[in-house]
């Protein structure tokens, strides 16, 4: 027997009971999100590469590491996209949207494609919702997508939620207190981890993330961006922090809070739940105000975030819902009946299912064969309210809630108008 495949390492089946919750979570997320204006974009699975060595910045780990990228036909190479604010900031400058009313807001809900080494919470395809407002520098446009953020994640009942807020202040900022770090990090090499003093020159930054013991001693110790914010970066902090004060939600400053990707300034945030293990961010992003020229655009401020899906259904814990409501289980009973006559029962059941659903009921057809106490089993587990038994020339009709049974004369209609009264008023 040829050998069993299965799903590469680190991809993930949702099978139809996994859907559920994330269902519930798209509906969510697409109703918090359009009440505020954002409307939904999709762009393709794959970009030329180029887009995330300009757009993602080719020193972070998803360009240096992660990337899926492949040769097409003509030679270009592509990449599956490995995050979404490049190809959305893409897309805007494609289409000329900066004619439309800024800020333009977008959401997506898509797939993405990151080489990492699986774990629980990290895979190398996961899904997000994103949400981007562009064309804007306000303070409040931050405070408003970290609100809506904080709206889903709440009313999704993400466990031990909290909130981490910082700002890594304008590219100019940045540039001096970048060779301050490096400065800091070159007196202190000998105590760093390899990787850590490998990337001083490349991202300095990153030292902050480092779980290396002695790493962390230094960078305890190291001087911080927070403290160096100029007169403006920080009066926009301090409205994007008087807004979300306003808004009652709560955060802590984190000035070692560096997002993975080189296009932030300003406002960055993460949200994080205690109910996930090591890879406990379920949501985060920032402002990009310098995206926009790395992609050959004119200069045009924008903020947005990123949420994993996988990672919020985990640590909501599991949310049964009702599935719809079966009207009507069609079940055959052809008897003894053989050749046209066996056919006519077939022919009748199946128009019987399809013309139930034009009139607007849910229904299931069998089709495993069943013998007619097993469909009658088969029709009790879907939760049918009715059953309709199609024999030669007759149809009965079962009520599952009384019992009750009995025939219908008048064929496929009357059965419809039986279960349409029966189902009693529509409760939208
Ligand atoms: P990032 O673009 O890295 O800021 O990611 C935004 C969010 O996407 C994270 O907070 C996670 O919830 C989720 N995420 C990122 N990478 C992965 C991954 N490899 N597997 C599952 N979820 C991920």
Redesign the pocket.
């Known amino acids: 027997m040829a050998q069993k495949l299965q799903a590469p390492r680190?991809t993930q089946d949702v099978l139809p009971d996994q859907s559920v919750p994330r269902l519930a979570l798209e509906r969510l997320a697409r109703s918090v999100l359009e009440g505020a204006g954002y409307r939904r974009i999709e762009t393709p699975t794959f970009e030329a590469t180029e887009l995330f060595a300009r757009g993602v910045g080719t020193s972070t780990d998803?360009v240096q590491k992660?990337m899926y990228t492949l040769e097409d036909r003509g030679g270009r190479s592509i990449t599956l996209r490995?995050?979404?604010?490049a190809p959305v900031a893409r897309a805007y400058l494609e289409h000329g949207m900066h004619k439309l009313p800024q800020p333009v807001k977008l959401w997506y809900l898509s797939s993405?494609y990151?080489n990492?080494r699986?774990q629980q919470?990290?895979?190398?395809?996961?899904?997000?919702i994103?949400a981007e407002a562009i064309g804007s520098a306000e303070p409040a446009v931050d405070a408003e997508l970290i609100v809506l953020l904080h709206t889903i994640l709440t009313e999704f009942e993400v466990a031990d939620l909290h909130l981490r807020l910082g700002s890594l202040g304008t590219p100019e900022t940045r540039a001096v207190y970048r060779e301050k770090l490096v400065a800091y990090l070159r007196a202190n090499e000998d105590r760093l981890s390899e990787e850590v003093r490998s990337r001083i020159d490349l991202n300095p930054l990153r030292a902050f993330d480092s779980d290396h013991p002695g790493t962390r001693e230094v960078m305890a110790g190291a001087p911080l961006l927070m403290d160096e914010l100029d007169a403006g970066d920080q009066e926009h902090f301090d409205e994007v922090r008087a807004l979300l004060d306003i808004a009652g939600v709560s955060y802590d400053l984190d000035p070692t809070l560096v997002?993975?990707?080189d296009y932030y300034a300003r406002t960055v945030f993460?949200?994080?739940s205690g109910a996930l293990g090591a890879?406990s961010?379920?949501?985060?992003?920032g402002r990009y105000d310098g995206l926009m020229e790395q992609l050959g655009g004119p200069a045009t401020p924008g903020s947005g975030?990123?949420?994993?899906?996988?990672?919020?259904v985990l640590s909501a814990g599991h949310r049964p819902e009702p599935g719809p409501v079966l009207d009507l289980y069609v079940a055959l009973d052809a008897g003894d009946a053989q050749g046209d006559d066996a056919r006519a029962v077939r022919v009748t059941a199946f128009q019987l299912a399809a013309r139930a659903r034009e009139a607007g009921l849910n229904s299931q057809l069998e089709l495993a064969g069943r013998s007619l106490k097993g469909q009658l089993k088969q029709a009790a587990r879907a939760g049918a309210r009715y059953v309709a038994v199609v024999r030669p020339g007759e149809i009965g009709l079962k009520d599952m809630e009384s019992g009750e049974q009995r025939p219908v004369a008048g064929g496929v209609d009357a059965v419809i108008h039986d279960v349409l009264r029966g189902r009693g008023p529509v409760v939208l």
């Open positions: 680190g998803i992660e490995p995050e979404g604010t993405f990151r990492e699986p919470g990290r895979y190398k395809q996961f899904w997000q994103g997002r993975g990707l993460e949200f994080t890879q961010a379920v949501g985060g992003g975030w990123a949420a994993g899906i996988e990672r919020i």
